[in-house]
């Protein structure tokens, strides 16, 4: 079973920095692009970075590029995501995933989505 156990989110203030984890397990990680997504209230589920199986080349939202960095541990199953320079904005809970690119267009891999990890930035 696909399963993906999130963690290192919570409360920073306007401008500080961010890791968050993620645990992933039932597939064959290493065969898979991995992402990060996120959900604020009200909203869509967006997403905000993605980084390839192969050669580790990565793919940002323009909301966070510069600011965010995803890198990934094929050994451990795990991706991460260095937050720096967090706005208000950036407020939303933060899931993981994996994805596949078809074309020029990402899609999402498995229906399974982990708890999430709140994170909120407080001025």
């Known amino acids: 079973q696909v399963q993906f156990v999130e963690s290192g989110g919570g409360l920073v203030q306007l401008g500080g920095s961010l890791r968050l984890s993620c645990a992933a397990s039932g597939f064959s990680f290493g065969a898979y692009a991995m992402s990060w997504h996120r959900q604020a209230p009200g909203k869509e589920r967006e997403l905000v970075a993605v980084i390839s199986s192969t050669d580790g080349s990565t793919n940002y939202a323009a909301f966070v590029k510069g600011r965010f960095t995803i890198s990934r541990d094929n050994a451990k199953n795990t991706v991460s995501l260095q937050m720096i320079s967090l706005k208000r904005g950036d407020t939303a809970v933060y899931y993981c995933?994996?994805?596949?690119?078809?074309?020029?267009?990402?899609?999402?891999?498995?229906?399974?989505w982990g708890q999430g990890n709140q994170v909120t930035v407080s001025s």
């Open positions: 995933n994996a994805e596949i690119l078809y074309g020029s267009t990402w899609y999402t891999t498995w229906e399974n």
